[in-house]
């Protein structure tokens, strides 16, 4: 019994593919761009003085533990999506585009023929014509809720840019884009036997946009921890706490709540921003203000922010399951974020939970940890072992049930 796993991107390094390989049970997988193929064996040949962030970033489309002739991609594909996506006018344009891509990948996927496999599993926007398709065929069908649903996503950054006008360029988007795209969500939904999330928070977020919870399964990640993790001893103990935040920098992250806390504790705290920028003049320079903002950085210079920081700080308002939370893990740093981020700390234990958009909570837990720094190495060491809860072969435990159960429905049937 095996099952085909689709996924435009690299969903934390292509976490599910290769979980479902481990498990044994993958037939193939489908995906957009594949460095594996013959196109990046050739990129390989360039210098690696020569190479560029992007072109680094296609060459790390791989996964050195999933066979590449258990891959089938289209570059093609790829390629036009990216294309078309810079070459959008609005925002409107640009979520046609990102609907049509997955609308387009599916159809490749099908025109395939899924090699034999008893079942799917699809990506949030991604799946919904294969959904269907595998349905009609007797299959089990699975999808990956990778964030909160669309419209739920909306309604909060509506709400933000209320809050915090000149600090983002609004997405005007047209009410029937926002509905097309929500639709597919639900379609999707309507066509899964399990729907998976990698937090609570999505799951509930899906419960209060009228999804079908009940079918929902809830599997936290798994990462790539480094094989060796921060030294928490050469961390200072004394001096001015150091709090950093990685993430685009923009209002769905929370950005002006780190600009907010790092004004009132001007002075006192060092906060450093890490990250591609997407705010306007006046909410950057209120952010540059109080933070050291570095701006973007190559992937392989981001642990050397973790590294310099004491406490992560990542007051999202809407994720899946924050990459940046595994990684601040394995770096032994305490975090500080919303339940929103979806996050896989424990309050009190790794780090602390706070209310989205909550200044005083996030005030107030950074001057905790800045003046008990037993506490703050203790949640250190706690954070440190907590990534052996999240790794690649413990994803792939939770992940077994879910998927032998959809399984073993096809022999029953």
């Known amino acids: 019994m095996t099952i085909a796993v689709t996924r435009m991107g690299a969903l934390f390094h292509y976490a599910i593919p290769r979980a479902v390989h481990r498990l044994g049970l993958l ?6 761009l594949w460095s594996g193929k013959s196109w990046g064996k050739l990129l390989e040949a360039i210098p690696a003085g020569l ?11 791989h996964a050195e533990d999933l066979p590449s002739d258990l891959v089938t991609e289209f570059p093609t594909l790829a390629f036009s999506y990216g294309f078309k996506r810079r070459r959008a006018r609005s925002a409107n344009e640009e979520l046609r585009v990102h609907i049509n891509a997955g609308r387009r990948f599916c159809e490749h996927i099908i025109g395939h023929g ?17 959904l269907v398709y595998a349905r009609q065929r007797g299959m089990r069908t699975l999808s990956e809720q ?39 969500e639900r379609q999707e939904w309507a066509h899964c036997d399990r729907i998976l999330c990698g937090s609570d928070f999505v799951r509930d977020a899906i419960r209060s946009v009228g999804g079908p919870a009940e079918r929902c399964a809830v599997v936290p990640y798994g990462f790539d921890f480094p094989n060796q993790k921060s030294e928490i001893g050469n961390r200072k103990s004394g001096g001015r706490l150091r709090v950093l935040t990685v993430g685009t920098v923009c209002l ?41 903002f570095v701006g973007a950085v190559p992937r392989s210079e981001v642990g050397a922010h973790f590294q310099w920081a004491d406490v992560f700080l990542f007051p999202s308002l809407c994720e ?31 780090g ?46 939770r992940l077994k049930p879910v998927l032998t159960g959809a399984l073993t429905a096809v022999i029953e049937q």
């Not at 899946?320 to 234990?349: F, H, K």
């Open 352 to 397: 602390f939970l706070v209310p989205i958009c909550d200044v005083a909570a996030i005030v107030a837990r950074l001057r905790q940890l800045d003046g008990d720094r037993r506490l703050l190495a203790a949640m250190s060491e706690a954070a440190l072992a907590r990534c052996d809860f999240f790794s690649m072969k413990a994803y792939a435990d």
């Open 320 to 350: 899946g399951s924050a990459t940046v939370c595994y990684e601040a893990l394995a770096a032994g740093l305490p975090v500080i974020c919303t339940a929103n981020t979806g996050s896989v700390i424990r309050d009190g234990m790794e």
């Open 252 to 292: 769905r992250k929370g950005m002006p709540y780190v600009a907010q806390a790092a004004e009132t504790l001007r002075g006192q705290m060092t906060f450093r921003v890490v990250g591609p920028n997407r705010l306007l003049y006046a909410g950057l320079e209120r952010l540059r203000s109080v933070v050291e």
């Open 114 to 130: 899924l090699r034999g496999c008893d079942g799917v599993y699809t990506t949030n926007s991604q799946g919904l014509e294969l």
């Open 27 to 32: 037939g193939r997988f489908y995906t957009d």
């Open 51 to 61: 190479r560029t962030d992007s072109l680094k970033r296609l060459l790390g489309r």
């Open 146 to 184: 990778t964030i909160a649903p669309y419209a739920f996503e909306r309604a909060l950054l509506a709400e933000e840019q209320s809050r915090f006008p000149g600090w983002e360029e609004p997405m005007e988007l047209a009410r029937e884009a926002v509905e097309a795209f929500a639709a597919r």
